[in-house]
């Protein structure tokens, strides 16, 4: 079957360095992604990678290996507006997006 | 403002009735999914179409049609809800690439009683 899981729910502290993991298990691979998603609010794009290594972006990297079916999300300088859901999805072969249920990031001054 | 909107942003629905959640995008994007999100589960896809005249069923397809008559609208009828249907409905657009990001609605928040 496929299978998303990443941790439910993470607490950090404004202006340190928080990884949220992602592991999927997807029928074919065409990419992860990360979406964030404040509360109320729609998913709004984060990163997207196909090919093994990090893709950094200002405060924001994202890490894939695909060999181990693995990505996380680094998150630098934490800021209070951070507090969010963070949601990984994989593309499968018939390139349709696998959700995992999103991990809570709570963010503490 | 270019994007993807969806109405109406909430509703309360009697069970039975039928309901019809409107999406329309105007950045001329091939794909439109319609999404449900529900506590403690991954957004799950209810129906999707890649181009304009095509539809296909997504995970969780049971009480759900859609039609997609041309590009921009992306319409989702419950013919008859009932209360397991009650949820957030996410509608989202892409170029169908595959590889390139989706664009989502602002969602609809509807509870069936």
């Known amino acids: 079957g496929q299978n998303i899981d990443q941790p439910t729910e993470m607490t950090a502290t404004e202006g340190a360095i928080v990884q949220i993991n992602c592991t999927y298990q997807?029928?074919?691979?065409?990419?992860l992604f990360w979406y964030q998603q404040h509360a109320g609010e729609a998913p709004t794009f984060l990163s997207y990678?196909?090919l093994d290594g990090l893709e950094e972006k200002g405060r924001f990297s994202s890490f894939l290996s695909r060999s181990k079916g693995y990505s996380y999300l680094l998150l630098k300088e934490l800021q209070m507006k951070d507090s969010a859901s963070y949601l990984c999805?994989?593309?499968?072969?018939?390139?349709?997006?696998?959700w995992g249920a999103g991990t809570k990031l709570i963010i503490k001054p | 403002i270019a994007g993807i909107t969806q109405a109406p942003t909430s509703q309360i629905l009697a069970a039975g009735r039928r309901m019809t959640l409107r999406c329309t995008q105007d950045?001329?994007?091939?794909?439109m999914y319609w999404y449900r999100q529900d506590l403690g589960l991954g957004l799950r896809l209810i129906h999707y179409?890649?181009?304009?005249?095509?539809?296909g069923k997504g995970e969780v397809p049971d009480g759900y049609s859609v039609s997609r008559a041309n590009t921009d609208d992306f319409p989702l009828t419950l013919a008859s809800a009932v209360p397991s249907q009650t949820s957030v409905y996410f509608c989202?657009?892409?170029?169908?690439?595959?590889?390139?990001?989706?664009?989502f609605g602002q969602g609809t928040r509807l509870t069936v009683v």
């Open positions: 989202a657009s892409s170029t169908g690439d595959g590889n390139t990001e989706a664009f």
């Open positions: 950045m001329r994007h091939n794909a």
């Open positions: 997807t029928s074919g691979f065409n990419g």
């Open positions: 179409s890649n181009t304009a005249g095509t539809t």
């Open positions: 999805a994989s593309l499968d072969s018939n390139y349709q997006l696998i």
């Open positions: 990678n196909v």
